[in-house]
């Protein structure tokens, strides 16, 4: 007599919705990376995504349990869409702590917001004021996002700071150099997030008595919470600037130094004493 193992639902179950919550997450994001809809829209799909992937991990617990008890074929489905669950629920882990982790705010600027202007306007439908946060929270959230200054012409530092915004992959939109008469040079450049989200990150390089010197804003546009990015953004690209600049000062040591007095030519007649 020949006993019949079945196959546990719940492992089916889980596996289903494993499968089910991948393309759920994956799908939405090429889409809102490439605008085929709006942020409110993937929201929406986003949290529907979120609540497949958690179905799909109880689930697959409840499976694994009974499988254990009864005996029933399924080890590998409910595996399988415990898997694919906590895949899908990584995400959300990570932009969870980081909500915890930085109050909300959606602009960060180390100089008056009126001196770096965006020319991006968010969407009609994203429209959203932009959250800031006092001095002290800044500094303490983001200490390094700070003004620099350097001892380099502001040209030579603008070209720098061009290099540093160009490798880090930043969509350049506006590119201005600093005036001869003192006016300061600027870049303003598009990120797109991972996940889909637009900002814009502001540079002004301007010239000071003792060299020139950078600020830097990044915003999120029509955003509720930038999780953080923005902090980040300026913190990460000053402290890189800062190196690049010390590379360049250790590379150039003699840069901005005064010219030596031209050597006198030989026979030259020297004037001393009265004229007689």
């Known amino acids: 007599m020949r006993i019949l193992i079945r196959t546990s639902k719940w492992a089916l179950a889980a596996r289903r919705l494993g499968s089910l919550a991948l393309p759920l997450l994956i799908v939405p994001v090429f889409m809102h990376r490439e605008r085929f809809f709006d942020s409110s829209v993937f929201l929406i799909v986003a ?12 689930t697959a617990l409840i499976a694994l349990v009974r499988l254990w008890h009864t005996g029933d074929q399924g080890w590998g489905k409910a595996l399988s869409g415990l898997f694919f669950g906590l895949v899908c629920l990584a995400p959300f882990a990570y932009y969870g702590a980081q ?48 003004t620099r200054a350097y001892p380099l012409d502001a040209l030579q530092l603008f070209a720098i700071v061009q290099h540093l915004v160009e490798a880090q992959g930043w969509d350049i939109r506006q590119s201005r150099e600093p005036g001869l008469g003192g006016s ?10 991972p996940v889909g989200w637009r900002e814009e990150a502001v540079l002004r390089v301007q010239a000071t008595p003792q060299g020139a010197k950078v600020d830097m804003r990044s915003a999120s546009i029509g955003a509720m919470h930038d999780l953080g990015s923005n902090g980040q953004r300026i913190s990460a690209f000053l402290v890189a600037l800062d190196g690049e600049v010390t590379a360049f000062i250790r590379d150039n040591p003699n840069i901005n130094q005064p010219l030596p007095p031209e050597p006198e030519e030989p026979g030259a007649e020297v004037q001393t004493g009265e004229e007689g």
């Open 47 to 58: 949290a529907f995504a979120c609540a497949v992937a958690a179905l799909a991990v109880l």
């Open 99 to 146: 909500a915890l982790r930085y109050p909300i705010v959606t602009d960060i600027a180390t100089a008056p917001r009126g001196e770096l202007p965006l020319i991006f306007e968010p969407d009609t439908v994203n429209m959203q004021a932009p959250r800031v946060l006092s001095a002290e929270q800044q500094q303490r959230f983001f200490p390094n996002a700070t």
């Open 184 to 193: 300061p040079g600027r870049i303003n450049a598009r990120i797109v997030t």
